[in-house]
């Protein structure tokens, strides 16, 4: 070959791999922060160039949190040299249901949303910085189960079952290597799933008797402050200091020092998640469960409760090749999942 043709190749070789590189930001919009993480695509390998994490626990309007997703995209080119017309998309993963036109959030308990059309303020936020990125908005838990599937635990496991209980309680599930999203993109909701004990439990999704108030995240701390508030029990016998807020990790903490009232409280929690998912794997007959979430990850006590109730309740058919699977993406997986529905 002469030096010249030589030259040509190499510099034609350089041009394809730059045109292979694509970018794209996955933002996880949970109840109290927004993750987001700039994700590089070669050739279909995805790696997390950065991550951050932004609270937003004091500012949750929609607006607020387009914000954020704006100020991350005015960032790149300071931080990662990169233009935010370059960015091929942004995805979007939010705990709520989103309807099919994946535009509007229906309900989003959590934060308080409902019939919010975020597609459009996400829109009008960056539409200086990047009027044609594609934006893709997506339920967390699809997310979640997506990244995990593609990168995580999950990678070979032909169907599988995704429970997170965080500040709620959300569902994914994936058969057959299709993430389901239901007739009217709102399958997975199975936090919202009732059971009549809970039936004077409001939900923030406008109903009653959803497992989630009763068993999320927030329904715990909500649970525990009304029985401090009622003389049930106090802060001193659960370890709290004046000014500490009561979470799961408290009962957890507790129930490793013995304390009757955590013991009852981690088995009530325990015996509804339980149940809730051996139902659900009654009706789906999975290959893998994922059980995640800050919740269930951060109290080992309760998860151990959590299987051991999903055991004796599952019909043993559904059980004989179930595998129960811990998350490996973490904090990862929503942004990841999120990027990747944006191809």
């Known amino acids: 070959m002469a030096p010249a043709d030589a030259i040509r190749t190499a510099r034609f070789f350089w041009i394809q791999t730059k045109i292979m590189d694509t970018y794209y930001l996955g933002f996880d919009i949970g109840g109290t922060n927004a993750r987001c993480a700039l994700i590089r695509n070669t050739e279909g390998q995805f790696k997390i160039l950065a991550s951050q994490k932004h609270s937003i626990r004091g500012s949750q309007t929609p607006r607020d949190v387009a914000l954020v997703i704006r100020h991350v995209v005015s960032k790149l080119p300071q931080d990662f040299q990169i233009n935010a017309n370059e960015l091929s998309g942004i995805g979007v993963a939010i705990a709520g249901q989103i309807a099919i036109d994946e535009h509007t959030i229906l309900n989003a308990p959590n934060l308080n949303w409902h019939g919010v059309n975020f597609y459009d303020v996400i829109r009008e936020s960056i539409a200086d910085l990047a009027p044609d990125v594609r934006i893709?908005?997506?339920?967390?838990?699809?997310?979640?189960?997506?990244?995990?599937?593609?990168?995580?635990?999950?990678?070979?496991?032909?169907?599988?079952?995704?429970?997170?209980?965080?500040?709620?309680?959300?569902?994914?599930?994936?058969?057959?290597?299709?993430?389901?999203?239901?007739?009217?993109?709102?399958?997975?909701?199975?936090?919202?799933?009732?059971?009549?004990?809970?039936?004077?439990?409001?939900?923030?999704?406008?109903?009653?008797?959803?497992?989630?108030?009763?068993?999320?995240?927030?329904?715990?701390?909500?649970?525990?402050?009304?029985?401090?508030?009622?003389?049930?029990?106090?802060?001193?016998?659960?370890?709290?200091?004046?000014?500490?807020?009561?979470?799961?990790?408290?009962?957890?903490?507790?129930?490793?020092?013995?304390?009757?009232?955590?013991?009852?409280?981690?088995?009530?929690?325990?015996?509804?998640?339980?149940?809730?998912?051996?139902?659900?794997?009654?009706?789906?007959?999975?290959?893998?469960?994922?059980?995640?979430?800050?919740?269930?990850?951060?109290?080992?006590?309760?998860?151990?409760?959590?299987?051991?109730?999903?055991?004796?309740?599952?019909?043993?058919?559904?059980?004989?090749?179930?595998?129960?699977?811990?998350?490996?993406?973490?904090d990862d997986a929503g942004t990841l999942g999120a990027a990747l529905l944006c191809l």
């Open 136 to 330: 893709r908005i997506a339920n967390d838990l699809n997310a979640i189960a997506w990244g995990e599937y593609h990168f995580g635990a999950a990678r070979t496991i032909p169907s599988l079952l995704a429970v997170y209980v965080g500040t709620g309680i959300g569902g994914g599930l994936i058969l057959d290597g299709k993430l389901m999203l239901g007739a009217d993109n709102v399958s997975g909701e199975i936090g919202h799933c009732k059971f009549p004990r809970y039936k004077d439990y409001p939900c923030g999704c406008g109903q009653s008797g959803c497992v989630e108030a009763f068993a999320g995240g927030k329904a715990i701390e909500y649970r525990i402050l009304h029985d401090i508030q009622n003389g049930v029990i106090s802060r001193q016998e659960l370890g709290l200091s004046d000014d500490e807020h009561p979470t799961a990790r408290c009962i957890e903490r507790a129930w490793r020092n013995g304390l009757p009232y955590a013991k009852a409280f981690w088995e009530e929690t325990a015996m509804a998640i339980g149940m809730l998912i051996a139902n659900a794997i009654a009706v789906i007959n999975p290959h893998g469960l994922l059980l995640g979430g800050g919740v269930l990850e951060g109290c080992p006590e309760l998860l151990s409760l959590v299987v051991g109730n999903i055991m004796d309740y599952a019909p043993r058919a559904s059980t004989a090749n179930l595998q129960f699977i811990k998350p490996t993406l973490h």
